[in-house]
């Protein structure tokens, strides 16, 4: 059944946050609807203000690997932002050393230091023998065969299953090319034998902005709010007719849309009938939560 009173738009983006920010302002004006349930946009990029401090609601730091994000952001921001330097340690059997792991094992006990060593060489020419790697293959097979039985159990394998809270057996690898630095032999035996000066990953410097923390970025892309609800949740979809129900009352007809809220929520707790099976569903619900603690501390600086 087609409601005659619906509110016809081309795309309905569902989220407010900063994915569902992106795709509404990289689409045309007029094209798109927004619907976010919380009073402000950003999602978990929004910040809050007591007692004279700026908290972000989780940690948030602008590491851009684009050109196009990069001058998109700057722009956004008009300049108002540091440029911050990475300093990461690791602290692992009572010693702190430098990130990554992989490539900075120097101080740490010999024996360990023995066992990541011995355990990339391995796996490195084993590597160079033309050993080729299963397409389908999870997070512990995938870190053993790229850096050695040693760095993995020492660190990349009891690291991630504490982040994730899962068995390493059950992680994919798809967000590990960004996310994982990768090392050659040199920085592994430099890293083992002296303290490495050479930075890795994608994330060696980061931006963040000058005044009122990470949510002054979801503004920016949220300056103009027409066909924007706020304080407003997903009922129900009708997907066969592309119809989505809102709290507010009003029914939307749309022809595209962009689903930005958690899976969980999405296809559970509003009790969406979708095309997915039961088992996809299940495999949905499969995340993890984290709790953020804000500290403040009244000092210029720290």
Known sequence: MIHKNALKIPVLILGGGLAGLSARYHLRKGMSLLVEREKGVGGTARSFFLDGFTFDFTGHLLHLHYPYTKKLITQLLKGKFFRCARNTA???KGIYTDYPYQANTFGLPEETVNDCMMGFLKQYFRNQSGHKFPRDINFREWSIRIFGRGISEQFMIPYNEKLYQVSASTLTTDWCGSFVPKVNLEDVIKGALESNEKQFGYNASF????????????????????QVRQEVSLLKLDWKNRLAYLS???IVKYRRLINTIPLPSFLGKNKIVTPFSSEDQRK?????????QHWGQKKKYI
């Open 90 to 92: 690791i602290f692992s």
């Open 207 to 226: 931006l963040y902005p000058k005044k009122g923390g990470i949510e002054v970025l979801a503004k920016a892309l949220c300056k103009n709010q027409h």
């Open 248 to 250: 507010n009352g009003e």
């Open 284 to 292: 949905s619900e499969a995340c993890g939560c984290h709790v953020y």
